[in-house]
């Protein structure tokens, strides 16, 4: 079993920048990638970012290049996602999670066995 908790959304203006965090416990060791997803009301939940467990690889949404940055501290089972120049269509509930192994593009939510309870952010015009 694997615990994730993100936490770092809020209420942010556009043109801002946010920075959110995924605090991975448990068996981490069995989870080879870990990702973000969000979901904006109304829609599908879609792919941010993922990357390998040692951290030598990163995958992005072909939506989510240049603005989103996805980093790891190993040390601290902590996942970041940093967010600039944020726009209102970024406004969602974004979403943690693990997966058991790492795929050549690991951008399908049902690759992912363990999800964080989400954060929301929200993005004003």
């Known amino acids: 079993q694997v615990r994730l908790v993100e936490s770092g959304g809020g209420l942010v203006q556009t043109g801002d920048s946010l920075s959110l965090s995924c605090e991975a416990s448990?068996?981490?060791?069995?989870?080879?990638?870990m990702g973000w997803f969000r979901q904006a009301p109304g829609k599908e939940r879609e792919f941010v970012a993922a990357?390998?467990?040692?951290?030598?690889?990163?995958y992005y949404g072909d939506s989510m290049k240049g603005r989103f940055t996805l980093s790891r501290d190993g040390a601290k089972n902590t996942l970041y996602l940093q967010i600039n120049s944020l726009k209102p269509e970024d406004t969602a509930v974004y979403y943690c999670?693990?997966?058991?192994?790492?795929?050549?593009?690991?951008?399908?939510?049902?690759?992912?066995?363990?999800w964080g309870q989400g954060t929301q952010v929200t993005v004003s015009s």
């Open positions: 990357v390998n467990w040692g951290g030598s690889t990163r």
């Open positions: 448990g068996r981490t060791s069995d989870s080879l990638a």
């Open positions: 999670a693990a997966a058991p192994r790492w795929t050549n593009k690991p951008s399908g939510s049902n690759e992912y066995d363990f």
